[in-house]
């Protein structure tokens, strides 16, 4: 991650992220300075606001206005009335561009979260537990989520697929056009037995889930604890939704490093069979192997997002490119064929 930009004292007032705070707070409670976490190409922002409120500093973000809409639901409306730990609500308001809106919420803090811990992938098992039983009741603020089931990972896979064999046209390495073919045959076979994902789904609760549990958008408040658990608070709800709670469930993929947040899934057992029938060990892994599928899905239907093909055409700069982007599709694609793997043995 690249270092924080400060704005300067002086350009502060001018910056877009304090137009749209005042807009919601007026300039009274006016931040007093301003870091960029993160700008995007595609026009999106992460900042960091000190001095707008007494409590902490606020975390104010720029994005498209479906992405800010889900959020706003979540932080404001669900969040708060689920026994999980969140961050606080701010508010939320238009862009200049009528295509983004602002949100703001607090600050996360805490230590960074690493799967190689085995305290925080217990803490991420127990979290998910409480926040996937206890939203599973709340069926009328889930419905105004999107669907986040396996029939939305079907739609990511088609839509996936179509993308790679528009990249079958372009002029690339005889390795490269295998290494395509071969993802859109796995996606081919993966779809020949979604029935058997899908009959496993259709017996589980819908719940919220979050739908980017990777370890990025998590972060340890060292100090507290619940029952001997680190407390764990979650963020950048965008992909979030109604879904089935092995969305979540990410087990580790033997290739590469997927930054997934591997909760620990004994944990997640004992937590969530309290409220629901989960008759075994062996229906945990199952919530890992799907978990690990829509995941795979994902990453290919990330990498195509926007109508932008990562595979460039011919100029040289974008050559370069194209070697790292075939490395990531070819990565994906080895997670894409151990999901089959242990689709087969459902």
């Given at each position: 991650?690249?270092?924080?930009?400060?704005?300067?004292?002086?350009?502060?007032?001018e910056?877009?992220?304090?137009?749209?705070?005042?807009?919601?707070?007026?300039?009274?409670?006016?931040?007093?300075?301003?870091?960029?976490?993160?700008?995007?190409?595609?026009?999106?922002?992460v900042?960091?606001?000190?001095?707008?409120?007494?409590?902490?500093?606020?975390?104010?973000?720029?994005?498209?206005?479906?992405?800010?809409?889900?959020?706003r639901?979540?932080?404001?409306?669900?969040l708060?009335?689920?026994?999980?730990?969140?961050?606080?609500?701010?508010?939320?308001?238009?862009?200049?561009?009528?295509?983004?809106?602002w949100?703001?919420?607090?600050?996360?803090?805490?230590?960074?979260?690493?799967?190689?811990?085995?305290?925080?992938?217990?803490?991420?098992?127990?979290?998910?537990?409480?926040?996937?039983?206890?939203?599973?009741?709340?069926?009328?603020?889930?419905?105004?989520?999107?669907?986040?089931?396996?029939?939305?990972?079907?739609?990511?896979?088609?839509?996936?697929?179509?993308?790679?064999?528009?990249?079958?046209?372009?002029?690339?390495?005889?390795?490269?056009?295998?290494?395509?073919?071969?993802?859109?045959?796995?996606?081919?076979?993966?779809?020949?037995?979604?029935?058997?994902?899908?009959?496993?789904?259709?017996?589980?609760?819908?719940s919220?889930?979050?739908?980017?549990?990777?370890?990025?958008?998590?972060?340890?408040?060292?100090?507290?604890?619940?029952?001997?658990?680190?407390?764990?608070?979650?963020?950048?709800?965008?992909?979030a939704?109604?879904?089935?709670?092995?969305?979540?469930?990410?087990?580790?993929?033997?290739?590469?490093v997927?930054?997934?947040?591997?909760?620990?899934?004994?944990?997640?057992?004992?937590?969530?069979?309290?409220?629901?029938?989960?008759?075994?060990?062996?229906?945990?892994?199952?919530?890992?192997?799907?978990?690990?599928?829509?995941?795979?899905?994902?990453?290919?239907a990330?990498?195509?997002?926007?109508?932008?093909?990562?595979?460039?055409?011919?100029?040289?700069?974008?050559?370069?490119?194209?070697?790292?982007?075939?490395?990531?599709?070819?990565?994906?694609?080895?997670?894409?064929?151990?999901?089959?793997?242990e689709?087969?043995?459902?």
């Open positions: 991650m690249t270092e924080p930009k400060a704005i300067r004292s002086d350009h502060v007032a910056h877009p992220a304090f137009r749209a705070w005042a807009r919601v707070h007026g300039s009274q409670a006016a931040p007093t300075k301003i870091e960029v976490l993160k700008r995007t190409k595609r026009k999106t922002m900042c960091r606001l000190s001095g707008g409120t007494e409590m902490e500093n606020v975390i104010a973000k720029r994005s498209f206005r479906h992405y800010i809409g889900v959020e639901i979540i932080y404001a409306e669900i708060p009335s689920l026994p999980v730990t969140s961050l606080r609500y701010y508010g939320s308001t238009e862009d200049d561009d009528p295509n983004y809106e949100l703001f919420i607090g600050d996360a803090n805490g230590r960074a979260y690493t799967s190689r811990l085995k305290a925080h992938r217990i803490a991420a098992g127990h979290w998910l537990g409480i926040l996937h039983t206890s939203s599973a009741s709340h069926v009328d603020m889930l419905s105004r989520l999107p669907e986040r089931g396996p029939g939305h990972y079907l739609e990511a896979l088609r839509f996936a697929r179509q993308w790679i064999e528009r990249s079958l046209n372009l002029e690339l390495e005889l390795e490269d056009l295998d290494s395509l073919q071969m993802i859109i045959s796995d996606f081919d076979r993966l779809e020949g037995q979604w029935s058997e994902l899908l009959e496993f789904c259709d017996k589980l609760p819908l919220l889930v979050h739908g980017d549990f990777k370890e990025r958008n998590i972060r340890i408040r060292a100090a507290a604890h619940d029952r001997g658990v680190p407390i764990l608070v979650a963020f950048d709800w965008a992909e939704g109604r879904g089935v709670p092995p969305v979540d469930i990410l087990g580790r993929f033997g290739h590469g997927s930054r997934s947040s591997e909760p620990d899934i004994y944990t997640y057992w004992s937590v969530a069979r309290k409220l629901w029938t989960l008759p075994s060990m062996e229906t945990m892994k199952r919530f890992e192997t799907v978990g690990k599928t829509f995941r795979a899905i994902s990453a290919f990330w990498e195509f997002s926007f109508g932008k093909s990562p595979i460039p055409r011919e100029s040289s700069p974008a050559k370069a490119k194209s070697k790292v982007d075939m490395w990531r599709l070819r990565l994906y694609g080895q997670w894409l064929g151990e999901c089959l793997e689709v087969r043995r459902f």
